[in-house]
């Protein structure tokens, strides 16, 4: 596509529910990122992918955070058992390959854990 | 020590000044630089690349001081629509591990 879409833009959902957030890159995009941003707050590197492969899980906040990419293309980001301070804008972004190129984000998707 | 800091501001200036910020990074290994620029509840866009020898876009210009590890966003005639946060952003590694965001600095042009 033209730009790096993420569904949904809002999502309202329930502690202790799950939660699965979409990221569809540009086209040809081989590297994807997921970064959160909380209110008034940076952005924290969650995981990145190449290709299928995500090297490094480590930036992920805890096992209830899992992601996956297949086909090359779109990612999931999927929080389990939601709890109040996974509350944030999740942001994907791809770039074309690894190495020194900016990245292009999606416009986010707000989540609010109730 | 924080990987990449900036001044939070915010800065106030008034329309047609000229404006300049900084940041720092930790990592001296760092290989490449970026300025971002984000909107009020809008995603981050790529505002500029920064280039050892330095470089300018337009109004925009922006320096690479590797020896001391600091990079500069210089603003000349700034426009109301200058009013951002501009992210200082860091490739740590120079491969695809994620690139490292500052905090931001809030840049206000007044009328």
């Known amino acids: 596509g033209a730009g790096v879409s993420q569904s949904p833009s809002n999502k309202v959902t329930e502690k202790g529910k799950d939660v699965e957030l979409r990221c569809d890159p540009i086209s040809g995009h081989t590297a994807l990122y997921w970064y959160r941003q909380s209110l008034g707050q940076g952005l924290e590197f969650l995981i990145y992918f190449q290709g299928n492969s995500a090297p490094d899980k480590s930036g992920l906040p805890s096992d209830r955070f899992s992601a996956e990419r297949t086909g090359g293309s779109v990612s999931t980001l999927t929080i389990q058992r939601t709890q109040q301070e996974d509350s944030a804008v999740y942001l994907c972004?791809?770039?074309?390959?690894?190495?020194?190129?900016?990245?292009?984000f999606g416009s986010g998707t707000r989540l609010t854990v109730v | 020590r924080k990987e990449v800091e900036q001044d939070p501001g915010p800065f106030n200036v008034p329309e047609g000044a000229t404006v300049a910020f900084n940041c720092t990074y930790s990592n001296s290994a760092s290989q490449s630089f970026f300025w971002y620029r984000q909107d009020c509840r809008k995603e981050p866009k790529l505002l500029m690349s920064v280039y050892s020898s330095g470089n300018e876009d337009g109004r925009f210009t922006a320096q690479l001081n590797r020896a001391s590890q600091y990079i500069s966003l210089l603003i000349r005639d700034s426009k109301l629509s200058d009013s951002a946060t501009y992210l200082c952003?860091?490739?740590?590694?120079?491969?695809?591990?994620?690139?490292?965001f500052g905090k931001g600095t809030h840049l206000i042009i007044q009328p």
């Open positions: 972004a791809s770039s074309p390959a690894g190495g020194p190129y900016g990245y292009t």
């Open positions: 952003v860091v490739n740590p590694g120079g491969g695809a591990d994620g690139l490292t």
